[in-house]
C-alpha cells in the first residue's frame, strides 16, 4: 500500500506552518481497522491493541509537534466499554493533546469526557453544547459533482450559524476517494478539490452565507444577492486558476452567466424514450415555449442557471435540487440558445450521472450517455455518447484493481461541438426511472461549452433559453405567485410545503382547523379573491366548501375557515428561499407544523429569531404555489335585451342586476341614501323606469317613492337617490357580454358598478378611467347589467264620455266584465284604453 514516511509528514507539517496552517493528524479507531487488523494479528480493542495503539499515538504526536489536537475518530463501529476513556486519557495525559473524535457514534454519546473537539458527519451529527464542532456533515466532495455542489458549499452558511462561536469552530472539506481512480491528478481533478476547498474555506473565514444547505439546496439563483456573491467569487477564482494555480488540474470553468428553461416533469409511466410535447416544440425554428398542455395538465417550463443542475440531488429529503417533488418514472426537459459572433469549434463538458468516488455502482451501457436513457441534441442533430471503457460493468469501492475510468467528464477530453455563426439550439431530455439504475438516485445534468481543449470557457458566447442577448433579460415565466381571482375569472391553486414535507392546506369545513395533508384533493384547492379594502390582500377561498381561511386566530394556534369573509385578508412574500413564498396578514403568519395532526398554525411573526418580523427562513413558512386549474365564470345570457324607455304615457318596470352578482338588485332606502343591492327584492323599491329626456338619455326612476339615480356623485363613492330630477341623465352602451350593458353618464364620466360586500354593496360611481384613460369600463363584470322586466302600466287619465254611433266599433263591457252588445242607459267600460262610456 501506499503511505507517507514521517520525515514527509513532518515536511508537510513544515511546509503548512510556514502559511498559517494547522495540521490535525488523525489515526481512526477502533473503526477502518481491517488492515491494522491484517498486519498486526489482534483487534484495536484488544489489549494487544490498545497498546499498539499507544505507540502509534505517540509516533503521530513526534512527527506532527505543532499539532494542538489528535483526532482519533471512533465512527461507524461499536465501541467496546472504556476504550475511547482510555484512548483519550493516553492522548491527553501522556501526549497532552487534545482529542477529536467524530460525531456521530455508532453506540456512544459523545461528551466532554471523551472528547475536546467533534467533527460532525451526516445529518445525525449535531453540535455538542460546550465543545467546539466542525461542519462537515454535507461537504463530502467524493459525491460531489463539479458545478452544482460548489454552489450549494459556497451559498450555505456553516451550521445554521453566519459567524463562529465557542461551539461551531468551523467547516472541513472531506474527499473520501474510496473507489480506485487512475492518477492522484484524477483525484485533485475528479473531485474539484481546489474549487470546493476554497469555497469552504471562505466560508470558514468570512461567515456569511444566507441559509444552511438544508434550506438552501445547489440551485444557484438566476438572479439576487446570492448569485451576485456566488458569480464574484467565481470570478476570484478563476483568476487564481489561471494565476496561482496555473496548471492545476481545474475542470471548473465560469457557469455563472449559463441560463436554461428546465420543464416541470412529464408523467413517462416508467418508459424513458416516452417523448411529449417539448420534442416537438425543439424540432421548430421558433423559440421554445415556456408551457406545455400535456393530457389536461399545464408544464411550465422555469429559468434555471449554471452549468450543472440537479434535479435530485443525491441527500434529496435533505439536500435539495431544483424541484421540489422529484419521483421516478418522470421525464423532464432542458434547452438553451448560444449566440456565437463567428462560426467555430469548441468543447463541450456533457455529464448526465457524476460517479461518486466512494462507493460500488454500475457503469453506462454502450451507446448511452446514462442508465436512464438521457439525450443531447446540439442544433439538432444528436450528440453521441463517448465510447466508455468498461461499459455496463459493476465497479466495487475499496478494489486496487478495478476503479473509475472515463464515466465523468472529469476524465476524458471534452466533446469536440460546432456552433454556427449566430444561434445554436442545446435541447436535453432527462427521463428518470428506476432511480436511475444505478447505487445511488442522483438526476441532473451538466453542460458546458469550453475552448477545444476543455481548459476554459468559450469566450464571448451567450447563454439564452428565450434567445435574447440580454443576459439578464426579464424572465417571461408567469410569476410564481398566485394571480387574482375575480368574478370573471377563478385562478385554482394548490399550495403546500416542499421543505417541510410536502404538505398541502385543505380545508376540513367551516370552523375547522386547516389541515397539511400530504395528498392534495379539492378541498386543498384555493383562490386568492383581491379585497377591496387593501389591494395588497386577498381572500383564500376553498374551491370545495366556499370557506375562507381566516388570521383571526391566536398565535401559536391552528388556523381555521370561516363561512363569512373575514375582517382582514392575507399577503404574501418573497421566502429565503428563491421560487417560495411565506402567508401573512397583520401579526398573522402560515406554518405547516411538524406533529400530528399536522394543522398549519398562526407562527412565525414576532419570533425569537426575527423580532417584530415574519420568518421568512422557517422552512413550515416558505410556500410554493401551482396553478392546477382556470375556470372562466361567464355570466349566464339573459332572456331579455335593453329596457324599454318609459314616457308619460306608459311606465314599464324593471328589476336590474349586475353580472357579477345576478341575485342583488339595487333598491331604494330613500332620499338621500346610496343606492343598495338586495337579494329581496319582492318589494317595489327594487323596481325601477328608465324614462325617456328625449336628448338620448334616460333618467332611472324608482317605483316606491319616484326618486331617481343621480349621475352626480365623485368618482369611486356611492350612487345616491335624489328627489329633484338630475341635471344629466344616463345612457346604455353595450357590454359586448350578450344580454349586458353599462350604464354611463357622460356629463359626469359616471358609469354605475356594482360593489362588493365590503363596500355593502352598494351601486358605485365607478369604471371610467379605471383602466385606460378617457375610456369607459367594459370588462368588469360589476359594470354588466341586465334586466328583468316587471310590469308594463299605461298612465294615460281615465275619462268618462257619452256613447255615441261614433264610438260604436267599440267594445263595451258592464262592470261586472260582461260584453253588452248594445248599451242602455249606465256606466260602461271601453275595451279602448281607460274610458268609461255613458
Known amino acids: 500500500g501506499q503511505y507517507y514516511t514521517q520525515e514527509q509528514c513532518k515536511e508537510v507539517e513544515a511546509y503548512a506552518a510556514e ?32 497498546k499498539a495503539l499507544k505507540v502509534i499515538l505517540k509516533e503521530a504526536a513526534e512527527v506532527f509537534p505543532k499539532a494542538p489536537y489528535i483526532h482519533i475518530g471512533g465512527d461507524e463501529v461499536t465501541i467496546k466499554d472504556g476504550f475511547l476513556e482510555e484512548m483519550t486519557a493516553f492522548v491527553r495525559n501522556t501526549l497532552g493533546r487534545k482529542v477529536v473524535l467524530w460525531n456521530k457514534l455508532n453506540n456512544k454519546a459523545v461528551t466532554k469526557d471523551i472528547a475536546d473537539m467533534t467533527q460532525m458527519w451526516a445529518t445525525s451529527g449535531t453540535a455538542v453544547k460546550g465543545l467546539p464542532n466542525i461542519d462537515c456533515r454535507y461537504n463530502y466532495v467524493n459525491h460531489f459533482d463539479v458545478y452544482a455542489d460548489l454552489v450549494g458549499i459556497y451559498k450555505s452558511n456553516i451550521y445554521y450559524a453566519d459567524k463562529g462561536n465557542p461551539d461551531i469552530a468551523g467547516t472541513i472539506s472531506a474527499a473520501w476517494n474510496d473507489t480506485k481512480v487512475a492518477t492522484e491528478d484524477d483525484i485533485i481533478r475528479q473531485n474539484n478539490q481546489y474549487a470546493n476547498v476554497l469555497a469552504s474555506a471562505e466560508r470558514g473565514w468570512i461567515g456569511g ?37 496555473q496548471g492545476a488540474p481545474i475542470p471548473y470553468v465560469k457557469q455563472s452567466n449559463i441560463r436554461w428553461r428546465l420543464t416541470e416533469p412529464f408523467p413517462n409511466d416508467g418508459d424513458a424514450a416516452k417523448a411529449f410535447p417539448p420534442e416537438e416544440a425543439a424540432k421548430l425554428d421558433a423559440v421554445m415555449p415556456t408551457t406545455y398542455s400535456y393530457n389536461g395538465t399545464d408544464y411550465a417550463a422555469k429559468q434555471v442557471t449554471g452549468g450543472g443542475v440537479y434535479l435530485r440531488h443525491i441527500w434529496h429529503g435533505t439536500v435539495r435540487g431544483v424541484l421540489n417533488n422529484p419521483a421516478n418514472n418522470q421525464t423532464c426537459y432542458a434547452w438553451t440558445y448560444v449566440y456565437s459572433p463567428v462560426a467555430q469549434d469548441a468543447g463541450a463538458q456533457i455529464e448526465f450521472y457524476t460517479y461518486s468516488r466512494s462507493g460500488s455502482d454500475k457503469m453506462p451501457p454502450a451507446g448511452k450517455w446514462d442508465r436512464r ?23 466495487p469501492q475499496d478494489n486496487t484493481t478495478l476503479g473509475l475510468t472515463n464515466e465523468n467528464f472529469t476524465a476524458r477530453p471534452v466533446v469536440k461541438v460546432h456552433l454556427n455563426e449566430g444561434w445554436n439550439k442545446v435541447f436535453l431530455k432527462l427521463p428518470h426511472a428506476n432511480s436511475g439504475g444505478t447505487a445511488r438516485d442522483k438526476w441532473q445534468y451538466t453542460f458546458v461549452l469550453t475552448d477545444t481543449e476543455g481548459n476554459n470557457a468559450l469566450e464571448g458566447i451567450t447563454y439564452s433559453p428565450d434567445r435574447t442577448l440580454d443576459p439578464f433579460a426579464k424572465d417571461p415565466t408567469p410569476d410564481p405567485r398566485p394571480k387574482a381571482s375575480n368574478d370573471s375569472i377563478a385562478y385554482w391553486y394548490q399550495f403546500n410545503t416542499p421543505l417541510r414535507g410536502n404538505r398541502y392546506p385543505t380545508s376540513q369545513g367551516a370552523g375547522q382547523p386547516i389541515a397539511g395533508n400530504t395528498t392534495a384533493t379539492k378541498a386543498s384547492q384555493w ?3 383581491a379585497r377591496t379594502d387593501n389591494a395588497n390582500s386577498f381572500d383564500i377561498i376553498n374551491r370545495a366548501d366556499s370557506t375562507y381561511i381566516s388570521p383571526a386566530s391566536a398565535n401559536n394556534t391552528a388556523l381555521k375557515t370561516a363561512k363569512e369573509q373575514p375582517t382582514a385578508g392575507w399577503q404574501i412574500k418573497e ?40 420568518r421568512t427562513d422557517d422552512a413550515g413558512c416558505q410556500y410554493s404555489f401551482k396553478l392546477v386549474n382556470t ?5 349566464e345570457p339573459q332572456p331579455n ?13 324593471y328589476k336590474f342586476s349586475s353580472a357579477r352578482f345576478p341575485n342583488y338588485y339595487p333598491t331604494s332606502l330613500g332620499e338621500g341614501q346610496p343606492v343598495t343591492s338586495r337579494t329581496d327584492a319582492s318589494t317595489q323599491a327594487s323596481e325601477w323606469k328608465f324614462v325617456d329626456r328625449t336628448d338620448g338619455t334616460f333618467d332611472i326612476v324608482n317605483r316606491h317613492d319616484g326618486l331617481y339615480i343621480s349621475p352626480a356623485s365623485s368618482n369611486n363613492t356611492a350612487l345616491n337617490a335624489v328627489a329633484a330630477q338630475p341635471e344629466a341623465g344616463w345612457k346604455l352602451l353595450d357590454s359586448g357580454q350578450s344580454g349586458y350593458f353599462i350604464f354611463v353618464s357622460d356629463a359626469n364620466h359616471a358609469e354605475i358598478n356594482q360593489t362588493k360586500s365590503g363596500e355593502g354593496y352598494k351601486l358605485y360611481n365607478w369604471g371610467y378611467g379605471s383602466k385606460t384613460a378617457g375610456e369607459y369600463r367594459f370588462d368588469d363584470n360589476g359594470c354588466w347589467f341586465s334586466f328583468s322586466p316587471t310590469e308594463t302600466v299605461d298612465n294615460t287619465a281615465t275619462s268618462i264620455g257619452t256613447i255615441s254611433t261614433a264610438t260604436a266599433p267599440e267594445q263595451w263591457y258592464d262592470l261586472s266584465g260582461r260584453r253588452v252588445a248594445r248599451p242602455t242607459k249606465g256606466l260602461y267600460i271601453s275595451s279602448k284604453g281607460r274610458k268609461v262610456g255613458r
Open 19 to 50: 502559511r498559517g496552517i494547522t495540521v490535525i493528524p488523525e489515526i481512526d479507531m477502533p473503526g477502518h481497522s481491517d488492515v491494522f487488523k491484517n498486519a498486526m494479528g489482534f483487534d484495536m480493542q484488544t489489549d494487544e491493541g490498545k
Open 209 to 245: 452565507g444566507k441559509q444552511y444547505i438544508e434550506a438552501g439546496g445547489t440551485r444557484l439563483p438566476n438572479t439576487g444577492e446570492e448569485y451576485e456573491e456566488f458569480a464574484d467569487f467565481e470570478r476570484r477564482f478563476l483568476f487564481h486558476k489561471a494565476h496561482s494555480l
Open 373 to 395: 436513457g438521457s439525450q443531447v441534441w446540439l442544433n439538432g442533430q444528436e450528440i453521441a455518447a463517448p465510447t466508455w471503457q468498461q461499459p455496463d460493468k459493476d465497479i
Open 527 to 529: 383562490k386568492f379573491v
Open 575 to 614: 421566502a429565503d428561499t428563491e421560487g417560495y413564498f411565506i402567508i401573512f396578514s397583520g401579526t398573522s403568519q402560515f406554518n405547516q407544523t411538524t406533529f400530528s395532526p399536522f394543522s398549519v398554525y398562526n407562527w412565525g411573526y414576532n419570533t425569537n429569531v426575527k423580532p417584530n418580523d415574519y
Open 631 to 635: 375556470e372562466l365564470i361567464t355570466p
Open 641 to 653: 335585451g335593453s329596457p324599454t324607455l318609459s314616457n308619460a304615457t306608459t311606465s314599464h318596470y
